[in-house]
């Protein structure tokens, strides 16, 4: 299966620690998507690269994410410190980028900060 | 927000119903895109309607795409215990991003 790959499935942190999501695109995208998925909040962007280039950092999630996309097959997400309020479920999509076309998404981390 | 005042929105059908949701957005969109989104999974495409198309048929889904009033629909014929899924509709321009509406849980009952 090429699609998008995010590992790991599952996280529980402790309130103050760093955590690394990590996401491995479907090959050949040039768009890359972090979102977070809550019940209340629904599909928030937290940031978008575009051949490797941060485009947009969401703004209300600066302070402790941050998202990087080293080389065009691998970004990261960090969080640090860890709130209870990030528990979430972590999406990570990529696409072509041009056209409006599909986004594929990952299965998600889902995220529980104790 | 890109969309208008909705919220988690909950449908319960029996199978064999058709089963229409809605969505209305407020800024300048290229194109609709429905996704559905199964427990434990990501979003996943299930039809795009671009702003020069006023109608797109999949299956037993039916799109539509009115411009002037910013609004899409999202059909489906015969329901199935299957659709049973939460359904997200999305605008986005000519770049990837998306901005995604909050979603109807639809369940599909036997």
């Known amino acids: 299966d090429a699609g998008v790959t995010q590992t790991p499935r599952h996280e529980v942190a402790e309130k103050g620690q760093t955590i690394i999501l990590k996401c491995e695109p479907v090959s050949g995208h040039n768009d890359l998507f972090w979102y977070r998925q809550t019940k209340i909040q629904g599909l928030e962007l937290l940031s978008y690269f575009r051949s490797k280039s941060l485009m947009e950092d969401g703004g209300a999630f600066k302070d402790r994410f941050k998202a990087e996309m080293l080389n065009s097959s691998f970004s990261t997400l960090k969080i640090q410190p860890t709130e209870p309020k990030d528990s979430a479920v972590y999406l990570c999509a990529s696409s072509f980028g041009t056209g409006g076309p599909e986004v594929f998404f990952g299965k998600g981390t889902r995220l529980t900060v104790v | 927000s890109q969309w208008g005042e909705e919220n988690l929105q909950a449908l319960s059908i029996q199978e064999g119903e058709d089963v229409t949701m809605n969505c209305s957005y407020k800024t300048y969109t290229t194109v609709v895109h429905w996704y559905r989104q199964d427990s434990g999974r990501g979003p996943a495409l299930i039809i795009l309607?671009?702003?020069?198309?006023r109608e797109k048929r999949s299956g037993r889904l039916r799109a539509t795409l009115d411009t002037s009033s910013q609004s899409s629909s999202l059909s489906i014929t015969a329901a199935q215990c299957e659709d049973t899924a939460v359904y997200f509709c999305a605008t986005g321009t000519n770049t990837g991003k998306l901005t995604f509406g909050d979603g109807t849980v639809l369940t599909v009952k036997p």
């Open positions: 309607i671009r702003s020069n198309e």
